[in-house]
Every structure is written in structure tokens, then in C-alpha cells.
């Protein structure tokens, strides 16, 4: 297939675009609930897939997603009046409900013929776990008009589980969504952009071997495996959900170490989830495309069965954002664009670059921004040179385009698109006998609880509050 048709294929996410009408046929998470925390409260711009929209909480506390343009004469409805179950522009006084509906317009007298024809472009919303999800296609095109025909939401261990197990961060990205997502599926770059100079100054979780390693001494024996062996075997295995992959070390004669990972259609990433560690923790991420060339990024550091605390919460927001952020505007993603940027060059230290760290920039999502943003708005993979260790990468190219292609042609849903149970796993750090297969080997700590149990769980823990 020619490259240049594959990247324009991959890239390009607005309406019409074949990767487009892929991305609209899932939830998207585009927002945290606390953004829109109050009810008639101030609207707040969205843009997801090249639209421009504007998110709002009528009086009923229900989340609506309209076209920020009003249907009259297109006037931006961020300045409307969020009042009285809906949002009425202030240009003319037209008002419209969280569905679209045409609530009022003062200028049809008594009839109300015009305010019957006429309806905002309004997509579906729906709120779980702290996250507002939307589907892009707009209300009216579903069969009774209220989205009882939608798929359900994707059954991510950490979109189920009780939200105190779960920490949100999130920023935006000036770059392309795909170059985003490639960057957690290139599985040898730990070698090198996140490492330390020093070994024993090194933080991250890293599996332990129960009676092979101490705890203490554990983090610094796996971290210098990974060093050592810069160039892991990269294993794969298709899944009804995307791709599973594998980065395979040698750990002694006998077992070989996994760093087990996930890419989920449309744009999920999971990795983490080193086990023998002091603690089970691991991160999804969703690699939303706010249009060509901006990628709103949210993660969910998950930890199962253990509520994060707030001293916990902030320590993590710090080591994951150390720069802050930018102060705030009304933008889209106006509150979540990095104080570490390619304005400042990413806040780089020469000294530390010198005596501690491989890159100078600190902290791992820092770090991974600064290469891919660094590749331009969106790369020109035709000059591209792979090699053995980008064969993931490749495949899961492939997958999409696949997937896009017989959306077109045939009409056939991409994977998920309408079974949320394919999402039910978990990426892992394990030891493996050699001799083996490494699926059915990880098969059973690979597996997330059913997904009725955590519902009810969540359920119970927020009736309590």
C-alpha cells in the first residue's frame, strides 16, 4: 500500500475522513465531570475529531455536546445562557436542550411552527467514573432520538472500578493523535529516554522474583535489565480488541522476563502492571484526537483494590507533571496544556542531563511529549527507517487501516466498536519459564474481574458518599 495514502489514511480524523468515521463509531472520553461540575453553569468549548463544539450541564445536572454554532445564524453557543434546562444564545434568544430539541424561539409568536423544524446538531453524553463520554454521531440519527440504540461504554477495569482507585491526568499535545499513541507501543525507548545515569537513583516500579531479589534492591536489578538489554524480542498476538505485545528479556537460565502491553481500538494504550511489586498499579491511556494535529491525553493510573489517597494524589500529579500547567483559558483544552512545552524546551537541564538523567527533562510523559511533538505536527512516515523492534508499531498500522478500509467497503464495525467486554484486561511485568507459551502463560493475571461485580462495587461506593 503506498505510504503516502497509508498516513494520510491514519491521520486525518475529521468529518469524512476514513479514520474519522472509524473514531465515530466509539465512545469518545472527551471531558472530566468536574469540568462541568455545576449545573447551569458556564459552558465549555470542546473540540474532538475536528469539530467545534461547546459541552454544557442543564438544570437536571444531564451533560449536553452541541455543535457550538446555533442553528439560527451561527452564533457561538459557548456565550450562550445556560438557564432553565438548556442553553439560549444570546444573540437572539434561541434556546436548545441537551438533546438539541429546539426549546424556545421569541420571534414565532404564539405557533411555535419554527421552533418545531428546527434542531441543534447534538451528540450523546454519558458519565461514569468522573470522565463525560460522547458518541459523534449526532442524537437524531439514532432511532428514537434519545441514543437508546448506542453501544455501550468501554469496559476498562478503571471506567468500572471504584473512581478512588483510579487516578485522571490529563494534557494536550500539539501533534498528531497516531504519533501519540505510537510512542507507548515502541517498547525498547525505556532503555534510553526515561533511563538514569545512575541506577541507584532510579524510581520506577519494576517487577520483583519472590525469593530472588529483595524489594529494596529489586527496583534497581530489573532496571538495569531493561539497560542492559536494549533490544528485547518483540512478540505479538492479534485479540478481538486490537493487539497484545511483548517485550521478552532474558532474566536468568531458565526465565525470561515480560513486559506485557495492550493497544485497544481506537486509541488506548496499556502498559505497567509490574507484578511482584510492592504494589499492583498500572496506566491506560486514551490518545484522543482533537483534530489533525492535537491530542488530548488522558490516563488512568489504576490501582486495583486500593483507594489512592489525596497525599497520593498530588505526589503523582507532580511526578507526572512537574512543570504545571499553563494558567488556564477558555480554549478547548484550554486547561490542560503543559507549563512544560516546546516553548520553553520542555523545561530541559543541562546539568541534570549531565549528572542523572538520559534526556535532561524530567518526568516520563515530559520526556515522551518533547520526542513526539518534536516530530512535527504530523510526521512524514515515508522517510521512515524501521527496524525488527517498530514490528508492533507496523502491525497495528496495519490493523487500523484494515479496519477503516472494510468500514468503508463493507460496513463492518472495527473491533469494540460494539462489544465493551473485549476491554476486560491487563498489561503485565512477569517472569516466564523459557520454555512456554507466554499467552496462556500470563492468561489468568492478564484477567480483569467480571465487569457486573466492579459496576456494583462503584455503584455501592458512590451511594455512600
Given at each position: 500500500?503506498?505510504?503516502?495514502?497509508?498516513?494520510?489514511?491514519?491521520?486525518?480524523?475529521?468529518?469524512?475522513?476514513?479514520?474519522?468515521?472509524?473514531?465515530?463509531?466509539?465512545?469518545?472520553?472527551?471531558?472530566?465531570?468536574?469540568?462541568?461540575?455545576?449545573?447551569?453553569?458556564?459552558?465549555?468549548?470542546?473540540?474532538?475529531?475536528?469539530?467545534?463544539?461547546?459541552?454544557?450541564?442543564?438544570?437536571?445536572?444531564?451533560?449536553?455536546?452541541?455543535?457550538?454554532?446555533?442553528?439560527?445564524?451561527?452564533?457561538?453557543?459557548?456565550?450562550?445562557?445556560?438557564?432553565?434546562?438548556?442553553?439560549?444564545?444570546?444573540?437572539?434568544?434561541?434556546?436548545?436542550?441537551?438533546?438539541?430539541?429546539?426549546?424556545?424561539?421569541?420571534?414565532?409568536?404564539?405557533?411555535?411552527?419554527?421552533?418545531?423544524?428546527?434542531?441543534?446538531?447534538?451528540?450523546?453524553?454519558?458519565?461514569?467514573?468522573?470522565?463525560?463520554?460522547?458518541?459523534?454521531?449526532?442524537?437524531?440519527?439514532?432511532?428514537?432520538g434519545d441514543g437508546s440504540t448506542l453501544p455501550p461504554l468501554p469496559d476498562l477495569e478503571w471506567n468500572l472500578a471504584p473512581a478512588d482507585e483510579t487516578i485522571h491526568w490529563r494534557s494536550l499535545r500539539e501533534c498528531n493523535w497516531l504519533q501519540c499513541l505510537e510512542g507507548d507501543l515502541d517498547q525498547y525507548h525505556q532503555s534510553f529516554l526515561h533511563t538514569r545515569l545512575d541506577d541507584n537513583l532510579d524510581h520506577q516500579q519494576y517487577v520483583t522474583v519472590p525469593g530472588k531479589t529483595s524489594p529494596a534492591s529489586s527496583v534497581s536489578d530489573m532496571f538495569r535489565l531493561v539497560r542492559s538489554n536494549k533490544l528485547p524480542d518483540i512478540l505479538m498476538q492479534e485479540m478481538d480488541y486490537g493487539l497484545m505485545?511483548?517485550?521478552?528479556?532474558?532474566?536468568?537460565?531458565?526465565?525470561?522476563?515480560?513486559?506485557?502491553?495492550?493497544?485497544?481500538?481506537?486509541?488506548?494504550?496499556?502498559?505497567?502492571?509490574?507484578?511482584?511489586?510492592?504494589?499492583?498499579?498500572?496506566?491506560?491511556?486514551?490518545?484522543?484526537?482533537?483534530?489533525?494535529?492535537?491530542?488530548?491525553?488522558?490516563?488512568?493510573?489504576?490501582?486495583?483494590?486500593?483507594?489512592?489517597?489525596?497525599?497520593?494524589?498530588?505526589?503523582?500529579?507532580?511526578?507526572?507533571?512537574?512543570?504545571?500547567?499553563?494558567?488556564?483559558?477558555?480554549?478547548?483544552?484550554?486547561?490542560?496544556?503543559?507549563?512544560?512545552?516546546?516553548?520553553?524546551?520542555?523545561?530541559?537541564?543541562?546539568?541534570?542531563?549531565?549528572?542523572?538523567?538520559?534526556?535532561?527533562?524530567?518526568?516520563?510523559?515530559?520526556?515522551?511529549?518533547?520526542?513526539?511533538?518534536?516530530?512535527?505536527?504530523?510526521?512524514?512516515?515515508?522517510?521512515?527507517?524501521?527496524?525488527?523492534?517498530?514490528?508492533?508499531?507496523?502491525?497495528?498500522?496495519?490493523?487500523?487501516?484494515?479496519?477503516?478500509?472494510?468500514?468503508?467497503?463493507?460496513?463492518?464495525?472495527?473491533?469494540?466498536?460494539?462489544?465493551?467486554?473485549?476491554?476486560?484486561?491487563?498489561?503485565?511485568?512477569?517472569?516466564?519459564?523459557?520454555?512456554?507459551?507466554?499467552?496462556?502463560?500470563?492468561?489468568?493475571?492478564?484477567?480483569?474481574?467480571?465487569?457486573?461485580?466492579?459496576?456494583?462495587?462503584?455503584?455501592?461506593?458512590?451511594?455512600?458518599?
Amino acid at each position: 500500500m503506498n505510504n503516502d495514502r497509508v498516513n494520510e489514511l491514519l491521520t486525518r480524523v475529521g468529518p469524512g475522513t476514513e479514520m474519522g468515521d472509524l473514531m465515530r463509531r466509539y465512545w469518545l472520553p472527551v471531558l472530566l465531570s468536574s469540568e462541568l461540575q455545576q449545573a447551569d453553569g458556564p459552558p465549555v468549548r470542546v473540540r474532538l475529531l475536528g469539530e467545534d463544539l461547546v459541552a454544557f450541564r442543564d438544570s437536571n445536572g444531564d451533560v449536553g455536546l452541541l455543535d457550538h454554532r446555533c442553528p439560527h445564524r451561527g452564533a457561538s453557543l459557548f456565550y450562550g445562557r445556560n438557564e432553565e434546562g438548556g442553553l439560549r444564545c444570546v444573540y437572539h434568544g434561541w434556546k436548545f436542550s441537551v438533546s438539541g430539541k429546539c426549546l424556545d424561539v421569541p420571534q414565532d409568536g404564539t405557533r411555535g411552527s419554527l421552533c418545531s423544524r428546527v434542531r441543534a446538531t447534538a451528540y450523546p453524553c454519558r458519565e461514569r467514573n468522573g470522565i463525560i463520554w460522547a458518541f459523534l454521531k449526532p442524537l437524531q440519527q439514532h432511532s428514537d432520538g434519545d441514543g437508546s440504540t448506542l453501544p455501550p461504554l468501554p469496559d476498562l477495569e478503571w471506567n468500572l472500578a471504584p473512581a478512588d482507585e483510579t487516578i485522571h491526568w490529563r494534557s494536550l499535545r500539539e501533534c498528531n493523535w497516531l504519533q501519540c499513541l505510537e510512542g507507548d507501543l515502541d517498547q525498547y525507548h525505556q532503555s534510553f529516554l526515561h533511563t538514569r545515569l545512575d541506577d541507584n537513583l532510579d524510581h520506577q516500579q519494576y517487577v520483583t522474583v519472590p525469593g530472588k531479589t529483595s524489594p529494596a534492591s529489586s527496583v534497581s536489578d530489573m532496571f538495569r535489565l531493561v539497560r542492559s538489554n536494549k533490544l528485547p524480542d518483540i512478540l505479538m498476538q492479534e485479540m478481538d480488541y486490537g493487539l497484545m505485545y511483548a517485550a521478552r528479556r532474558a532474566f536468568d537460565k531458565d526465565n525470561d522476563y515480560y513486559r506485557i502491553r495492550h493497544f485497544m481500538f481506537p486509541f488506548y494504550t496499556l502498559v505497567g502492571g509490574d507484578l511482584g511489586a510492592s504494589e499492583f498499579v498500572y496506566n491506560c491511556k486514551a490518545w484522543v484526537p482533537v483534530d489533525d494535529t492535537h491530542t488530548l491525553v488522558l490516563e488512568a493510573q489504576c490501582r486495583p483494590g486500593k483507594p489512592w489517597n489525596d497525599t497520593e494524589r498530588a505526589q503523582m500529579m507532580e511526578v507526572r507533571n512537574p512543570g504545571g500547567f499553563e494558567a488556564a483559558s477558555s480554549k478547548p483544552g484550554g486547561a490542560w496544556r503543559p507549563g512544560a512545552n516546546a516553548g520553553n524546551d520542555y523545561l530541559r537541564d543541562y546539568r541534570l542531563e549531565r549528572t542523572t538523567l538520559f534526556s535532561g527533562i524530567l518526568s516520563n510523559p515530559t520526556q515522551d511529549a518533547a520526542m513526539q511533538e518534536s516530530m512535527g505536527p504530523i510526521v512524514d512516515r515515508s522517510r521512515e527507517h524501521l527496524c525488527a523492534l517498530d514490528a508492533n508499531i507496523v502491525r497495528v498500522r496495519r490493523q487500523l487501516v484494515h479496519a477503516a478500509d472494510r468500514l468503508r467497503s463493507e460496513n463492518r464495525l472495527p473491533p469494540g466498536a460494539e462489544d465493551g467486554a473485549v476491554y476486560q484486561g491487563r498489561p503485565l511485568g512477569i517472569i516466564l519459564p523459557r520454555e512456554g507459551d507466554w499467552v496462556e502463560q500470563s492468561r489468568e493475571q492478564r484477567r480483569v474481574p467480571a465487569a457486573e461485580p466492579l459496576r456494583h462495587k462503584a455503584k455501592a461506593q458512590q451511594e455512600s458518599q
